[in-house]
């Protein structure tokens, strides 16, 4: 465990969340998550009655159809797993995320769109962090496209990662490494 050994504790509540990002036939991709929410005792809940020990609370879907520009055309939720009978009507409201970009204000344009009682609370948490997997699976994809345009251009731009945590830190030891040319140009 990378973490220091903690104090004597009880476990009580659980959250996975599990995501992937596919490359689909019809040259979109698809980013998914899931959640799910149990806790390490039995509970009462108004609704569904006595829930005994893992029992999911919360089981919900995401999915996030994206372009290699990451605009999102498409955005699919379900509940299988909710506290109240009332939640899974959140989950069609998702659809109004398409014709969002990925990028800067991302978070308060969704916000905007399912905040509030228009969403879901857990759903709208897990799309922050679909976002980073969507870079994350379109890096690839994105980085020839960045130096194709180079090469056919000869003109080099500064990725828009720098300065974005402390490995890309523009004088850090990463980015002298993987873009030499950003260190040259700023000596001159």
Known sequence: MPLSDPAAREPMHRRQIDM???????GLFDIEAHLLDTKSYGFDNE???????????HGMWI????????????????SDH?????????????AALAGLKIGPGFNRAV???????????????????????????????????EQAR??????REK????GTCLA??????????RWPWLAEEAAE
């Open 20 to 26: 992937h990002g596919y490359r689909r036939a019809d």
């Open 47 to 57: 609704e569904r009655g006595f829930l005994p020990a893992g029992t999911p609370l």
């Open 63 to 78: 999915r996030l159809t994206i372009d290699e520009d990451l605009l999102i055309h498409a955005c699919e939720a379900a």
């Open 82 to 94: 909710t506290p109240y009978a009332i939640c899974p009507q959140a989950a069609p409201n998702f």
């Open 111 to 145: 916000q905007e769109r399912v905040g509030g009682v228009l969403g879901c609370t857990h759903l709208r948490e897990v799309l922050a962090q679909m976002a980073t997997v969507a870079y994350q699976t379109l890096y690839p994809v994105r980085r020839a496209k």
């Open 150 to 155: 180079e090469a056919a251009t000869g003109v």
């Open 159 to 162: 990725p828009r990662i720098i």
């Open 168 to 177: 890309y830190k523009p004088d850090s030891p990463v980015v002298k490494l």
